[in-house]
């Protein structure tokens, strides 16, 4: 009877070859690494929440911010848009109001000199009305469909 050589088999398997696949795989990081591109994030709004002045106060040495109120109605609905003492249809008339105000030239940098707004809203209104008035005063997509034009990054939130 023939004992067989089990050691010989051990030495005779095939070793993987790990450095090559771990200079892959570090070759894969650097390059994803490399080409990685950090974009601003859509919808990044400028907001800060109130933290000592009342509404339409402003810190000293500052312009006083356009105050928007947002009333609510039954169930969260809006109720109603008033812009200063003057009350409004709806957000498009809000942002011709904003528009107006800001003097939009359409051109980068159109935002520098934009005073703040601040946004007085009820405590019951739904969030969605609240989105559509930051639409509103923050800027909107030019004629061309290419560049976005920015009224104003500086949105203040309040409640009433």
Known sequence: MRIRNTRRRARDKDNLKMTAMIDIVFLLLIFFVMTFKVLAPEGDFNVKMRQKPGPGESPPGEMPPLVVQLCAGQGGRLAGIRLGQRELANFDELHQQIRGLVRDHAGPGSADAAPEVE??????????????????VSGYVADDNRSIVTLTDKIRLSSR
Not at 119 to 136: K, M, N, Q, R, S
């Open 119 to 136: 946004l007085a809203c009820d405590y019951d209104l739904d969030f969605e009305h609240v989105v559509a008035a930051i639409t509103a």
